[in-house]
C-alpha cells in the first residue's frame, strides 16, 4: 500500500514537472529552451512511474517498517536533526549540538544523565575543536559569542 | 614515456609536507571509516569535503582520494573481527575471514587483506598510469555529440550493474536529471523550479544530497536495531601469513587485482561489484570450493585485493573523461566541479599537477596503509569496541557540520534532513540510490552536451546519428538495454 502511494507520487511529480517544464519552454528560434532537459527527465519519471504502479513484480519483496521502539529510535533522530536545524541559528552549533545529543542518547540509547552530560559536552568539544580550530572551518556561534 | 614523464611531475607535487601529511592523514581517516561500521566512505568523504575547499585543489583531492583507498583497506577489519562488514566492498569478506578469526587465525586474515590491498592497489595505480592518458588522448577529440553518448553509455553501465529493479534505476536517474535541474539554467539565466524561493536559486546543495541520503539514511537504518559489537580478538597476533598462506593467496590477489581494476573501469562497477565477482570466480576455479565459508584464506586475498583495485580503475573514468562510475567518485567530480575545475580530456592537458598528482599519491597512499593498517590493528581492534549508539549521535553531528559549513545556510540542514528521510524510505522500497547521485552530478554535462549538439547541427537530433563514436555508443547502450530486458524476462519466468 505505501509502495503504491509512492508509485502515485511519482506519477504525481512527473506529470508536474513536465507541465512546469513546457511553460518554460522547450525549443525556441536559438535551439533548445531551459525547459527542455527537465521535460524529457519528467517524462521518463512519469512513464517509470505508471510502470512501477503497475508491475507487481519490481514491488519490494517485504519491506520491514520500524514499529514500537524502533520507530521511536527512528524518530528520535529526525527530530534531534529537526531541533538542530532549527535551532542552530538561533543557539549556535555548540549548544544546540549538545541538547540533541543529550537528548538523543537520553531518549534513543536511554543512557544515564552523568553519562548523556559528559558524552555530550565532550563530543561536542572535540568537534568543535577539531573542525573549528584544527580544519578552520566557521561554525555557528549562538549570541554568547559560542 | 610520456607517462613516466607525468608521473615524474605528480611526484614533484606530492612530494611536499603538506601534501604528504594530507595522503597520511587521508589514508588513516579512511581507515578509520573503513574500520567503523555504519559510516561509509560517501558519507565520510561528503562531510569532510567543505574541509578541502580550503586547501589547494590537489591537496583537496588527494586527501579525498586517500580517504577512498584507505576505507577500502579498513572495512576488512570490521568483517574479520566483527561479522560485519566496515563498508559494502567488505560484505565477502565476513564469509571467510570471519572464519578464520573463529578459528583463531585472525591475525593471518588482517594481514593477507593488507598485504593483498597493497599489492592489488600498487599494481593497479601502476595500470591506471599507463592507462589513464591513453583514454584521454582518445577522449580529447570528443565533441558535444560524443560527450553525450557517453555519458549515457556511463548511465546505462550503471544501470546494466545495479542491484534490484532496473525500473527503479532509470526512476532514480530521472530523478537525479530533475534535481539538477532546479536553480538557474547556466545557459540563459533563467531560473528553474525555483518558484521564488532564494534558497534554491543556487540549486539544490550536492553535500546536503550526499550526506542526507547517504549519512542520515545510514544511521536511521541502524538505529532502527542497535546491535551490540562482539569483537572476536582482543589479541591479534600472527599478521604476516605463511608460507602456505602465501601459496593459496598469491594468484587470487593476481586474479582479484585484474579484475577490480577493470571492473573499476565499468561505470556502475566499481570495488562493490568487483569484491563479488572475484569471491565467486575464487570459488568457481578452487579445487575445493567446500572450503569456501570456513575460513578459506582465497576468499580473504581475492575479494579485498580486487575491491582495492577497483579504486585506482574507477578513478580513471573521471580524471580522463569527467564521467564517475559510482557514487564516491561522482563526489569527487562534484569536488572538483565546486574547485571550478572540470575533469574531462582535457584535464591531463590543462591540470598535469592534479591529474598525475592525484595517481602519485595513490603510489605513496598504498605505502602508508600498509604501514598503518597492521601496525595499528591494535587500536583498530579497540575502537570496534565504541557501541554504535554512542558512535551514531556524534556522527550526526558529523553530517550537521559537513553540510553547514558548505554554504552556512540552515536551509542546508532541512534538505539533509529531507533527503535522510527520503533516502531511508527509499531503502525500505529497494531503491538503489547509486544511479540518482550520478545523474544528479551528471545532469548539467549531460544537458549541456545535449544542448550544444541540438544547436551545432541544422538536423537536429539527427546529428547523434550522424557522428561514428556517438553511434558506437549509443549503439552498445541499446545493446545493454536489450541484455538488460532479457535478463529480467529470463528472470521473470524463473520465478514463475
Redesign the interface.
Known amino acids: 500500500m505505501?509502495?503504491r502511494a509512492?508509485n502515485v507520487f511519482?506519477i504525481a511529480?512527473?506529470v508536474a514537472?513536465a507541465a512546469?517544464?513546457y511553460t518554460?519552454g522547450l525549443i525556441g528560434v536559438?535551439?533548445?529552451?531551459?525547459?527542455?532537459?527537465?521535460f524529457?527527465?519528467?517524462l521518463?519519471?512519469t512513464g517509470?512511474?505508471i510502470?512501477?504502479f503497475g508491475?507487481a513484480?519490481?514491488r519490494?519483496?517485504a519491506?520491514?517498517?520500524?514499529r514500537g521502539a524502533?520507530l521511536g529510535?527512528?524518530l528520535?533522530?529526525?527530530g534531534?536533526?529537526?531541533f538542530?536545524?532549527?535551532g542552530?541559528?538561533w543557539l549556535g552549533?555548540a549548544v544546540a549540538?549538545g541538547i540533541?545529543?543529550m537528548i538523543?542518547?537520553r531518549t534513543?540509547?536511554h543512557a544515564r544523565w552523568w553519562e548523556s552530560v559528559a558524552?555530550?559536552v565532550a563530543?561536542?568539544a572535540v568537534?568543535s575543536w577539531l573542525?573549528g580550530h584544527v580544519?578552520?572551518?566557521?561554525?555557528?556561534r549562538g549570541p554568547w559569542g559560542w | 614515456m610520456e607517462a613516466i614523464g607525468g608521473l615524474l611531475t605528480g611526484f614533484s607535487v606530492i612530494l611536499t609536507p603538506t601534501n604528504l601529511y594530507l595522503c597520511m592523514l587521508g589514508s588513516l581517516i579512511g581507515t578509520l571509516i573503513g574500520v567503523l561500521p555504519g559510516v561509509g566512505p560517501l558519507a565520510a568523504l561528503a562531510l569532510l569535503l567543505?574541509?578541502t575547499f580550503?586547501l589547494a585543489p590537489v591537496s583537496g583531492l588527494v586527501m579525498l582520494a586517500s580517504i577512498f583507498y584507505g576505507a577500502m583497506y579498513g572495512g576488512s577489519t570490521t568483517s574479520v573481527l566483527l561479522n560485519i562488514p566496515g563498508e559494502a566492498a567488505s560484505v565477502v569478506t565476513c564469509l571467510d575471514g570471519h572464519q578464520m578469526a573463529r578459528q583463531g587465525r585472525a591475525g593471518a586474515a588482517l594481514g593477507i587483506a593488507a598485504i593483498g590491498s597493497f599489492i592489488a592497489g600498487t599494481l593497479s595505480v601502476a595500470a591506471m598510469t599507463l592507462f589513464a592518458p591513453a583514454l584521454a588522448a582518445i577522449a580529447i577529440r570528443f565533441g558535444p555529440p560524443e560527450n553525450f553518448g557517453l555519458m549515457v553509455l556511463g548511465l546505462v553501465c550503471t544501470l546494466y550493474m545495479i542491484s534490484g529493479?532496473t525500473?527503479?534505476g532509470?526512476?532514480m536517474?530521472?530523478?537525479g536529471?530533475?534535481l539538477a535541474?532546479v536553480g538557474i539554467?547556466v545557459?540563459?539565466g533563467?531560473e528553474?523550479?525555483t518558484f521564488g524561493f532564494i534558497n534554491l536559486t543556487g540549486g539544490v546543495e550536492l553535500l546536503a544530497v550526499v550526506i542526507g541520503l547517504f549519512g542520515?539514511a545510514e544511521?536511521?537504518s541502524n538505529?532502527?536495531?542497535?546491535a551490540k559489537n562482539t569483537v572476536l580478538a582482543t589479541r591479534i597476533r600472527g599478521l604476516w601469513p605463511t608460507l602456505a598462506d602465501w601459496r593459496a593467496s598469491w594468484r587470487p590477489i593476481l586474479r582479484g587485482s585484474g579484475l577490480g581494476f577493470f571492473l573499476g573501469l565499468v561505470p556502475g562497477g566499481g570495488p562493490v561489484t568487483a569484491s563479488f565477482i572475484s569471491y565467486a570466480v575464487e570459488k568457481r576455479i578452487s579445487r575445493h570450493p567446500e572450503r569456501f565459508g570456513k575460513g578459506a584464506i582465497e576468499g580473504v586475498a581475492g575479494p579485498e585485493a580486487a575491491n582495492n583495485s577497483a579504486v585506482a580503475g574507477s578513478m580513471i573514468p573521471v580524471l580522463s573523461l569527467g564521467i564517475p562510475g559510482n557514487p564516491v567518485t561522482a563526489l569527487l567530480l562534484g569536488a572538483l566541479v565546486i574547485q571550478g575545475i572540470q575533469p574531462g580530456p582535457l584535464f591531463m592537458v590543462q591540470r598535469p599537477d592534479l591529474f598525475w598528482g592525484v595517481i602519485a599519491s595513490m603510489y605513496l597512499g598504498n605505502v602508508f596503509l600498509l604501514l598503518l593498517n597492521l601496525p595499528l590493528v591494535g587500536l583498530w581492534v579497540q575502537l570496534l569496541r565504541v557501541p554504535y549508539?554512542?558512535l551514531?549521535?556524534?556522527v550526526?553531528?558529523?553530517?550537521?557540520?559537513g553540510t553547514?559549513?558548505a554554504n552556512?545556510n540552515?536551509f542546508d540542514?532541512?534538505v539533509?534532513?529531507g533527503f535522510?528521510?527520503a533516502g531511508?524510505?527509499l531503502r525500505?522500497?529497494?531503491y538503489d540510490l547509486a544511479p540518482f547521485l550520478i545523474a544528479f552530478v551528471l545532469?548539467p554535462l549531460?544537458?549541456q552536451s545535449?544542448?550544444q549538439s541540438?544547436?551545432m547541427s541544422p538536423d537536429g537530433a539527427l546529428i547523434l546519428l550522424q557522428r561514428p563514436a556517438t553511434v558506437l555508443m549509443l549503439a552498445a547502450s541499446a545493446v545493454l538495454v536489450i541484455l538488460m530486458v532479457h535478463r529480467n524476462r529470463k528472470a521473470?519466468g524463473g520465478?514463475r
Open positions: 505505501f509502495e509512492v511519482w511529480l512527473g514537472t512546469y517544464s518554460i536559438s535551439g533548445p529552451e531551459s525547459g527542455l532537459f527537465p524529457i527527465a519528467a521518463i519519471v517509470a512511474g510502470a512501477l508491475s513484480r519490481s519490494a519483496a519491506p520491514v517498517y520500524p524502533a529510535r527512528v528520535g533522530v529526525v534531534g536533526l529537526a538542530m536545524a532549527v542552530i541559528p552549533f549540538g540533541t545529543m538523543l542518547l534513543v540509547e558524552l555530550s563530543s561536542v568537534v573542525f580544519l578552520g572551518m566557521a561554525l555557528p | 567543505p574541509v580550503a529493479s525500473l527503479k532509470v526512476l536517474i530521472a530523478v536529471f530533475l535541474a539554467d545557459v540563459n533563467q528553474r523550479f542520515v544511521i536511521l538505529v532502527e536495531e542497535i549508539r554512542v551514531f549521535p556524534i550526526l553531528l558529523l553530517c550537521v557540520v553547514y559549513s552556512k540552515a540542514l532541512w539533509m534532513l535522510g528521510v531511508y524510505v525500505k522500497l529497494e545532469a549531460v544537458e545535449l544542448r541540438l544547436v521473470q520465478n
